[in-house]
T-cell receptor, first 117, second 115 residues
Framework: NAGVTQTPKFQVLKTGQSMTLQCAQD?????MSWYRQDPGMGLRLIHY???????DQGEVPNGYNVSRSTTEDFPLRLLSAAPSQTSVYFC????????????????FGPGTRLTVL | AQSVTQLDSHVSVSEGTPVLLRCNYS??????LFWYVQHPNKGLQLLLK??????LVKGINGFEAEFKKSETSFHLTKPSAHMSDAAEYFC?????????????FGTGTQLKVEL
């Protein structure tokens, strides 16, 4: 299994450009999430999905869109890039919570380092 | 609402000495708690998790953590640090409020291991 894969690894955008960060997993996980990591702030949830066709907002959703048409893929779209979106983006996937045992481990991709000029 | 506080942003230890990384949490319901490790320019890897079973949880690479409900703490320990333990560590809390699998991350503790 490849696990969680993300493309591209690095990207530089100009303010106002749009782009899509790709995320795919081959573990048949129902749950997928997007996080951004900024220095001194840990990881913050952008959007998440509990299954194909179902998405919801996380803590910092503004400026980002997601869709989940298949179990495997969960792309993140930046509509009009801004310097404040310079960050490292991580995609993660997991099985749903297990009754009586709580949440399951999230598996993380290697990240995409995005710079917006 | 859930939250997590990592009490130290940086911890420095000598190789072979004990490691203690402190974490306090707040959660409305019985939480799941995790420790993840991130080595430089890498993704995150699960060290261990607590999900309402035994309060002392053993993880990979000799790490363990103890869930103390009365203190709302979930500190990470290791008896003897190794150079390869140098990394950033995140304490993470999750509960089932509102559904989904939403995790709340602490701000991280950078562990430095010196010879």
């Amino acid at each position: 299994n490849a696990g969680v894969t993300q493309t591209p690894k690095f990207q530089v955008l100009k303010t106002g450009q749009s782009m899509t960060l790709q995320c795919a997993q081959d573990m048949n996980h129902e749950y997928m999430s997007w996080y951004r990591q900024d220095p001194g702030m840990g990881l913050r949830l952008i959007h998440y999905s509990v299954g194909a066709g179902i998405t919801d907002q996380g803590e910092v959703p503004n400026g980002y869109n997601v869709s989940r048409s298949t179990t495997e893929d969960f792309p993140l779209r930046l509509l009009s890039a801004a310097p404040s979106q310079t960050s490292v983006y991580f995609c993660a996937s997991s099985y749903p919570p297990t009754s009586g045992r709580g949440h399951n481990e999230q598996f993380f991709g290697p990240g995409t380092r995005l710079t917006v000029l | 609402a859930q939250s997590v506080t990592q009490l130290d942003s940086h911890v420095s230890v000598s190789e072979g000495t004990p490691v203690l990384l402190r974490c306090n949490y707040s959660s409305s319901y019985s939480p799941s708690l995790f420790w993840y490790v991130q080595h430089p320019n890498k993704g995150l890897q699960l060290l261990l998790k607590y999900t309402s079973a035994a309060t002392l949880v053993k993880g990979i690479n000799g790490f363990e953590a103890e869930f103390k409900k009365s203190e709302t703490s979930f500190h990470l320990t290791k008896p003897s640090a190794h150079m390869s333990d140098a990394a950033e560590y995140f304490c993470v809390v999750s509960d089932l409020t509102g559904g989904g699998n939403k995790l709340t991350f602490g701000t991280g503790t950078q562990l430095k291991v010196e010879l």
